[in-house]
């Protein structure tokens, strides 16, 4: 009887001791993944086709991020319906950080804009950080009798629903700012949506459309040549791209600002520990030199932000563009 109390004390005492170890190794092992992170290439998928503005600040980010993280963050272009079949993609890819979503401001346009979107913004995406803001600049043809903002607006109210502006497409950031502008500022012009900005920027240097919002990357060399006049820009700090050019906040609307942002977002239940590893990967690469540099010459304003910032910011997008959108009466199913 001794000898069996004490082989059951003695068993008793083990099962004590591997539930403690267990209890002190749980912890240790929730972060073991995020440690191993990341032990293959990232796929970054850019909703737009290659060569395009959003293209090419996500390579000099991506290209950066690989030295800091040891693997590669390979590019993916996979452009469709307003970006929404990257961001598709994205949403119902695995929640492990190797598939990241490299979105624009139209994840925030589109659930205004599409009756039926296959993704839940603020569902089924978490948010690792805003990258870069593109600043659009208001310019006109070069024909057009206005200089400055405000002579531009007189001339608008001169000529109510004969003037006509282009845009990238109906429901783009470029159309939307422009109608922003126009009903802030009780004016009335007629909407012409293209299929993209370049024949849009063609037809304005042209004289086909009289005047547009557009990204200051797709609008410079147009700007430079003296085909069109850039009358102001819609960040609320002026652009080193144009430093003699005001902004829009400083002439006739204070506190206006209208940009199409860049950030990352990964599918929702990625785990904090791999979101703050790509976040901490992507201020790195937004604070070096080259990159600062790159994005620079690109008109692209680096930002960098916390993941909790971002998703604060997308939140307060896309109510502000339902309202817009509702306003001017766009939808595109």
Not at 188 to 205: E, I, N, R
């Amino acid at each position: 009887m001794p000898v069996q109390s004490k082989n059951a004390r003695h068993h008793r005492t083990l099962r004590r001791l591997c539930a403690v170890a267990a209890l002190v190794c749980a912890p240790a092992a929730m972060p073991a993944h995020a440690a191993e992170f990341p032990d293959h290439p990232i796929k970054l998928v850019v909703p737009f086709p290659p060569g395009g503005p959003t293209d090419l600040v996500s390579r000099v980010i991506a290209k950066k991020m690989s030295e800091d993280l040891g693997q590669q963050v390979v590019v993916d272009n996979r452009p469709g319906a307003n970006g929404n079949i990257g961001g598709e993609m994205v949403a119902k890819a695995p929640a492990d950080g190797y598939t990241v979503l490299y979105n624009t401001s139209s994840i925030a346009l589109s659930p205004a804009l599409y009756k039926k979107l296959p993704y839940d913004v603020k569902r089924d995406f978490a948010p690792v950080a805003m990258t870069a803001m593109v600043p659009l600049v208001l310019e006109v043809n070069a024909k057009v009798p206005a200089n400055t903002v405000a002579e531009f607006v007189s001339w608008l109210k001169a000529n109510p629903g004969k003037m006509t502006y282009g845009s990238a497409g109906n429901g783009n950031v470029t159309h939307l700012a422009a109608f922003l502008f126009l009903q802030a500022n009780g004016l009335d012009a007629v909407h012409a949506p293209y299929k993209g900005s370049a024949p849009a920027l063609t037809d304005l240097a042209g004289g086909q459309v009289q005047f547009m919002t557009d990204t200051i990357n797709s609008s410079l060399p147009f700007i430079r040549d003296k085909r069109m006049k850039a009358l102001a820009v819609t960040s609320l700090t002026r652009s080193s791209q144009l430093p003699d050019v005001p902004t829009v906040a400083e002439t006739v609307m204070p506190g206006f600002e209208v940009g199409a942002w860049q950030g990352m977002m990964v599918p929702a239940k990625t785990p904090p520990e791999i979101v703050r590893k790509l976040n901490a990967a992507t201020l790195k690469a937004l604070a070096a030199p080259e990159v600062r540099a790159s994005l620079a010459a690109q008109g692209a304003e680096p930002r960098g932000t916390s993941p909790e910032a971002y998703g604060k910011y997308v939140a307060q997008e896309l109510e502000r563009w339902r309202k817009v959108v509702k306003d001017s009466g766009v939808t595109l199913d």
